[in-house]
């Protein structure tokens, strides 16, 4: 018996919510006793999963086929469902993403196993089976009972962290059954955002608002982002006005991101922007506004503008790092 963790394959490498997902299954497995499994679908070298030995992953079922290169939800919900069955598998884990949010529950209506999407945690207790999840877009937990054999779970990125449990790992090639067409769509052209950090993964994000004031002056904050290695997002007014993409904007209809610093720069944190940042470990508010709502949530609040800060904020940055370096 095992617990199947879904390991996302992007362009051949994997993704840190990956290594996060093995570590919280490596921790389930000290409860259960069961074996971290995994399974990952497409073109990827055995090379790109050894990292995930490092955090208690045993074993990978590895089903590469090329038409398994273009995603297709319905198919690769097949694949998983056949790992998951050939592994026994009791907990099987998502990302918190829109693969995840595409595959799980098509998983779950296909197994008849309970899906909690947004856990916030480990398990409260595995006999009933109870765990949190996000509620009323983050302004509550939910504690939530599973009661059927199989459970599928997604833990929200960021909310657990990675732990290492050094382990074997063994990479087993799968074959699955398929026997429908891999793809009624023909995926003419697809447009990546190569050499950024995605700001799922980003564990530092700089975010700006309308206090910005126009779509060039986000040059400030790429330079703030980029000195510290971070991802660059916004408020959704700023996605609306088209100074930045629509899949920069975060909050209750944008992106729900947990990075462990965000900084919030001329946005005012209305409830809608922070329901999609609350879980950031450390919010940090620049603002010309003492009475700007964001300073209800930030840890760290300088009051002031934005124009003058940040510069001072990228050479107090730069200067620590190349002392530090
Ligand atoms: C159903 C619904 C869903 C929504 N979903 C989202 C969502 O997902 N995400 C989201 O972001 N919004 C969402 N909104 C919109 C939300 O209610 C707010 O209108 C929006 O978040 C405000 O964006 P903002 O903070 O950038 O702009 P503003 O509210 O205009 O705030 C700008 C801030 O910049 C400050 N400022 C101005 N100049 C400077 C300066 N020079 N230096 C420093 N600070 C300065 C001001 O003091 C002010 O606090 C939603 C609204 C609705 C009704």
Redesign the pocket.
């Known amino acids: 018996m095992s617990i199947l963790v879904y390991i996302s394959n992007v362009n051949g490498k994997i993704k840190k919510q990956s290594l996060e997902l093995t570590s919280y299954a490596s921790a389930m497995s000290k409860s259960t006793a069961l074996d971290v499994c995994g399974v990952v679908i497409g073109d990827i070298e055995d090379s790109a999963l050894d990292e995930l030995g490092k955090y208690g992953m045993g074993k990978i079922l590895k089903a590469v086929d090329a038409q398994f290169n273009n995603r297709v939800n319905r198919v690769y919900t097949r694949i998983v469902e056949q790992a998951a069955r050939q592994l026994n598998a009791q907990y099987i884990l998502f990302p918190d993403n829109n693969e995840g949010k595409a595959i799980a529950p098509r998983l779950s209506a296909r197994m008849s196993a309970g899906f909690v999407p947004q856990v916030m945690g480990m398990p409260n207790s595995y006999e009933p089976f109870v765990v949190s999840k996000r509620a009323f877009t983050g302004k509550a937990l939910a504690r939530v009972e599973v009661q059927t054999k199989v459970k599928i779970l997604s833990p929200m990125f960021n909310s657990f962290g990675l732990i290492e449990f050094p382990k074997e790992l063994l990479i087993e090639a799968f074959t699955p059954e398929i026997d429908e067409p891999h793809s009624r769509l023909n995926i003419i052209n697809r447009n990546l955002n190569e050499g950024t950090i995605s700001l799922a993964d980003a564990e530092i994000v700089v975010s ?6 126009s779509g060039e002056h986000f040059s400030m904050l790429e330079a703030l982002s980029a000195t510290l290695g971070g991802a660059v997002a ?5 996605a609306d006005a088209g100074w930045r993409p629509a899949d920069e ?6 992106k729900i991101i947990a990075p462990n610093i965000y900084f919030a ?9 922070v ?2 940042v609350s879980g950031a470990k450390c919010i940090v508010a ?4 003492p009475e ?1 709502p ?1 300073f209800d949530v930030a840890d760290y609040g300088m009051v ?4 003058k ?1 940040v510069p001072e904020l990228i050479e107090a940055f730069k200067a620590h790092l190349s002392d530090h370096s």
């Open positions: 700006g608002g309308r206090g910005m004031k916004c408020s959704r007014p700023v904007h975060v909050g209750q209809t944008g720069i001329g946005i005012s944190g209305a409830i809608q922007h329901a999609g620049i603002n010309s506004d700007a964001i002031g503008d934005a124009f800060i």
